[in-house]
T-cell receptor
Framework: EDQVTQSPEALRLQEGESSSLNCSYT??????LFWYRQDPGKGPEFLFTLYSAGEEKEKERLKATLTKKESFLHITAPKPEDSATYLCAVTIMKTSYDKVIFGPGTSLSVIP | KAGVTQTPRYLIKTRGQQVTLSCSPI?????VSWYQQTPGQGLQFLFE???????NKGNFPGRFSGRQFSNSRSEMNVSTLELGDSALYLC???????????FGEGSRLTVL
């Protein structure tokens, strides 16, 4: 069964304390992996797309990497404004359409 | 460029009633997807429309339905509301197959 998991479920960091979030997937026919950020009461906001193992993308304090079985979202020297839920999603190809599967998310709190 | 617009933002209904939610995608995006988000279940896929045709459907009962108009605007309808239908309903559009999703702010439905 196609599945996406994320760990940890929740993460509490001190401002400036770097860490990584994990997204693991068990799917067939991976076409792309996406990271989104979601603030409370709002819709998810797109961060990165990764298409092949070894690929990396960076944006400010965030860096996303992809292997054949998982992706990491590295947060360097986080600030309180980085507090949010981070969602990963994979797109897989079915016979006549592509299917998007979201992970459950990691809730990040950055304490000043 | 205007983002994805969802209306209404908040609504309260009672059990047994029905509700219609509306979504206007980003101009030029022909794909519109709907998701249900609850604290316990995360983001659950409802359905996706492309050029007025339903391309894909999640595992929700027939009480959940949707449609897309020729201008790409979409509506979803939930009939015979149940308490468990209380959730944030998110609409997303994307510019291409396997592209990133652009989400609206969501419609927060409370069923009493």
């Amino acid at each position: 069964e196609d599945q996406v998991t994320q760990s940890p479920e929740a993460l509490r960091l001190q401002e400036g304390e770097s860490s990584s979030l994990n997204c693991s997937y068990t799917v067939s026919g991976l076409r792309g992996l996406f990271w989104y950020r979601q603030d409370p009461g709002k819709g998810p906001e797109f961060l990165f797309t990764l298409y092949s193992a070894g690929e990396e993308k960076e944006k400010e304090r965030l860096k996303a990497t992809l292997t054949k079985k998982e992706s990491f979202l590295h947060i360097t020297a986080p600030k309180p404004e980085d507090s949010a839920t981070y969602l990963c999603a994979v797109t897989i190809m079915k016979t006549s359409y592509d299917k998007v599967i979201f992970g459950p998310g990691t809730s990040l709190s950055v304490i000043p | 460029k205007a983002g994805v617009t969802q209306t209404p933002r908040y609504l309260i209904k009672t059990r047994g009633q029905q509700v219609t939610l509306s979504c206007s995608p980003i101009s030029g995006h022909r794909s519109v997807s709907w998701y249900q988000q609850t604290p316990g279940q995360g983001l659950q896929f409802l359905f996706e429309y492309f050029s007025e045709t339903q391309r894909n459907k999640g595992n929700f009962p027939g009480r959940f339905s949707g449609r897309q108009f020729s201008n790409s605007r979409s509506e979803m309808n939930v009939s015979t509301l149940e308490l468990g239908d209380s959730a944030l309903y998110l609409c997303a559009s994307r510019p291409r197959v396997n592209g990133e999703l652009f989400f609206g702010e969501g419609s927060r439905l409370t069923v009493l």
